[in-house]
């Protein structure tokens, strides 16, 4: 497996969701995507997850930092999860914030390559 394929499909899902890059987000995330963010208690599907990030990005919204300190891969056939933490930095109604949490992520192998069908993320001293 090429590690950094699926990590680069991470880091730009990432990206999507705070640039509220919908054509990208929408290649990336299947149908049947489903999501728990740090900051809800809902399970989000895929139409949500794209609202939110497009509601985010009209909001002023934007992404100043991104880094994952730690990844832990596991591989189960066309299936990998990922465990770790994320570290962000946003600009969001006039405050920059940081985000700070837990991740555990799902990739899947379909017609050879990788989409991101979910995700579950905690937050940390946020």
């Known amino acids: 497996m090429a590690i950094d394929e699926l990590l680069a499909v991470r880091e730009a899902a990432w990206r999507a969701w705070f640039g509220g890059d919908e054509v990208t987000l929408r290649s990336l995330l299947p149908s ?3 999501a728990i963010s740090s900051s809800g208690s809902e399970v989000a599907d895929l139409e949500t997850t794209v609202s939110s990030s497009r509601e ?9 930092s991104l880094t994952f300190p730690h990844t832990r891969v596991q591989r189960f056939g066309d299936t990998v999860v990922l465990y770790g933490s994320y570290d962000a930095v946003i600009t969001s ?6 985000l700070r949490g837990q991740l555990t ?14 995700w579950h993320l905690d937050a940390r001293g946020n």
């Open 32 to 34: 049947d995507f489903l």
């Open 56 to 64: 985010f990005k009209e909001g002023g919204g934007a992404l100043l």
């Open 93 to 98: 109604g006039g405050a920059t914030k940081d």
């Open 105 to 118: 992520e799902v990739f899947v192998k379909r017609e050879g390559r990788w989409v991101h069908p979910g």
